[in-house]
């Protein structure tokens, strides 16, 4: 076996990565930006090594949330005599759609307005988001982190599910990474 980084697991398994497979190329911990790209994308740029784009079946990259935080907006109802509490949007915060291919944009949740149904956005889910947002492209001289965090939200307004992020410190406001490359020489 030759050098390399072995990695095993409880059933004694193991097995030796070495330069031929993966190469970890750059790796720690990066603070997300406190706002969108010029260019209304959102994330931090890791640069790749040497000046020739590498293809992506070629590079291994993960991302993890350090720690996140969620904003909304609770309120309690009472019906029949018994009081619930439910978590909505809340309106004086910002949140934002992201599009396939990377673009961000705003989204504004309702306000909450007494016996205005559609103002109310009934929040399904919450969970913390980090990835690679590689924008469909097939290249690469940089890769681009993205980390929030998640709502999957009722948006009573246009009557369906959709999914929105919060970011930064109203999200995920640094991140793990690593990434590798496949049969990198260090050049």
Not at 85 to 102: F, L
């Amino acid at each position: 076996m030759g050098r390399g980084l072995r990695v095993s697991d409880a059933d004694g398994n193991k097995s030796t990565l070495t330069t031929s497979v993966w190469t970890v190329i750059s790796s720690g911990v990066v603070a997300m930006p406190s706002g969108l790209n010029g260019d209304n994308s959102y994330g931090v740029d890791i640069d790749l090594p040497g000046s020739s784009a590498i293809p992506f079946e070629d590079i291994s990259v993960l991302v993890m949330p350090r720690n996140f935080k969620w904003v909304i907006t609770n309120k309690s109802h009472t019906l029949s005599g018994y009081t619930q509490n439910i978590g909505y949007m809340n309106s004086a915060k910002t949140y934002y759609k992201h599009s396939g291919a990377g673009v961000m944009t705003s989204w504004a949740a309702g306000n909450l307005t007494v016996k205005t149904p559609g103002t109310y956005d009934h929040i399904a889910s919450i969970y913390p988001v980090a990835f690679w947002d590689h924008f469909n492209n097939t290249t690469f001289t940089k890769i681009r982190l993205f980390a929030g965090t998640c709502y999957l939200v009722y948006d009573s307004s246009a009557a369906e599910y959709i999914r929105v992020f919060s970011i930064y410190t109203d999200g995920v406001p640094e991140v793990d990474y690593s990434i590798a490359m496949k049969k990198y020489n260090g050049g």
